[in-house]
């Protein structure tokens, strides 16, 4: 590829730092999720970016050393994983490809299915494939996922301790009614430990170059096997990627892009970069305001829609 027709390169650093402050200040209407105690009690002004670019530039603004939980960031390399390991077919038959107009646990969504899970970047779907992930325990489960993500990425994800406890402090009960639900349709085996699996996987702790690295997991097939796979989870992420509001992003920005309710925000742009943004305060669906405005400025000023 000739490296003057990749847009996403004409970016500046002066630009970054102008839209991070931004980023910043639109952030402030957005509210912590109170669920989660722990997410409840972090700064909302942390901000955090870090862009890779497939011609190899970097960019990166605001804390680079701070850790945060992926929470459902985790989605899309969970898929990546079991499509991998297992095949389309089989993961298919575990969860859906169709997009959600309903919150990301909802249950009355999974119980209009009849139990069978609507797609795999809302919970009741990645709590399905968590069930899929090899080992006798959810430690082992988790571990699993995240040497192979640490090897594979060349990044560092650590299981926080603290957030898990936290998470294990206010068991969730949408999350518990969607495993008794999926249970009861036969897509979960065990479900303590499938729940435990997932709750442990959303809490793989990244830093904003951690997050950045798993994204070029998605830009750059390490071989060719990876090729349907990789794109199947960037199809999920434009369709799915944002829970009810992927459609209205989709017309607006038209990339793959998922969010995770710790403020993470995980962008692609294929053949030309990853984008990674971490911004806590979310807006009513769960996604990071501060994180959203960030990639609009990029994507619209760069003019780097699929789309276009
Ligand atoms: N949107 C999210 O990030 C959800 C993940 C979180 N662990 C939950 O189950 O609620």
Redesign the pocket.
């Given at each position: 590829m000739n490296m003057e027709f990749n847009p996403l390169d004409r970016l500046t650093q002066e630009q970054v730092n102008t839209w991070v402050q931004e980023g910043q200040q639109r952030s402030q209407f957005g509210q912590l999720p109170s669920?989660?105690p722990q997410l409840a009690q972090v700064n909302p002004q942390e901000f955090g970016v870090k862009i890779l670019t497939l011609q190899g530039q970097s960019y990166q603004a605001g804390n680079q050393t701070l850790r945060f939980p992926v929470?459902?960031?985790i989605k899309c390399f969970l898929l990546l994983n079991r499509l991998l390991e297992l095949g389309q077919e089989r993961v298919f038959q575990q969860v859906g490809d169709q997009p959600s107009d309903q919150p990301?646990?909802s249950l009355e969504q999974l119980q209009s299915d009849g139990g069978w899970p609507r797609n795999p970047m809302i919970?009741s779907g990645a709590i399905a494939l968590a069930g899929l992930l090899p080992g006798q325990d959810a430690n082992s489960r988790c571990q699993y996922l995240c040497s192979w993500l640490n090897q594979f990425a060349d990044c560092q994800l650590v299981l926080d301790q603290d957030i898990l406890e936290s998470?294990r402090s206010a068991p969730?009960p949408?999350?518990l009614a969607l495993v008794s639900t999926l249970a009861a349709s036969g897509y979960l085996e065990h479900p303590d430990i499938t729940l435990d699996t997932?709750?442990q996987i959303?809490?793989l702790s990244a830093t904003i170059s951690d997050l950045a690295k798993l994204g070029w997991l998605l830009l750059q097939p390490t071989n060719p096997e990876w090729e349907s796979a990789i794109r199947i989870v960037k199809t999920l992420m434009i369709t799915c990627g944002l829970?009810e509001t992927s459609g209205h992003f989709a017309l607006k920005l038209g990339i793959p892009t998922k969010?995770?309710?710790?403020g993470a925000v995980l962008s692609i742009i294929p053949l030309q970069g990853a984008i990674a943004c971490y911004s806590p305060p979310l807006d009513p669906q769960?996604n990071s305001i501060g994180g959203l405005f960030f990639l609009e400025k990029i994507v619209k000023t760069l003019n780097l829609s699929l789309f276009n």
């Amino acid at each position: 590829m000739n490296m003057e027709f990749n847009p996403l390169d004409r970016l500046t650093q002066e630009q970054v730092n102008t839209w991070v402050q931004e980023g910043q200040q639109r952030s402030q209407f957005g509210q912590l999720p109170s669920y989660i105690p722990q997410l409840a009690q972090v700064n909302p002004q942390e901000f955090g970016v870090k862009i890779l670019t497939l011609q190899g530039q970097s960019y990166q603004a605001g804390n680079q050393t701070l850790r945060f939980p992926v929470m459902s960031v985790i989605k899309c390399f969970l898929l990546l994983n079991r499509l991998l390991e297992l095949g389309q077919e089989r993961v298919f038959q575990q969860v859906g490809d169709q997009p959600s107009d309903q919150p990301f646990n909802s249950l009355e969504q999974l119980q209009s299915d009849g139990g069978w899970p609507r797609n795999p970047m809302i919970n009741s779907g990645a709590i399905a494939l968590a069930g899929l992930l090899p080992g006798q325990d959810a430690n082992s489960r988790c571990q699993y996922l995240c040497s192979w993500l640490n090897q594979f990425a060349d990044c560092q994800l650590v299981l926080d301790q603290d957030i898990l406890e936290s998470v294990r402090s206010a068991p969730n009960p949408k999350n518990l009614a969607l495993v008794s639900t999926l249970a009861a349709s036969g897509y979960l085996e065990h479900p303590d430990i499938t729940l435990d699996t997932y709750n442990q996987i959303c809490c793989l702790s990244a830093t904003i170059s951690d997050l950045a690295k798993l994204g070029w997991l998605l830009l750059q097939p390490t071989n060719p096997e990876w090729e349907s796979a990789i794109r199947i989870v960037k199809t999920l992420m434009i369709t799915c990627g944002l829970y009810e509001t992927s459609g209205h992003f989709a017309l607006k920005l038209g990339i793959p892009t998922k969010s995770g309710v710790s403020g993470a925000v995980l962008s692609i742009i294929p053949l030309q970069g990853a984008i990674a943004c971490y911004s806590p305060p979310l807006d009513p669906q769960g996604n990071s305001i501060g994180g959203l405005f960030f990639l609009e400025k990029i994507v619209k000023t760069l003019n780097l829609s699929l789309f276009n």
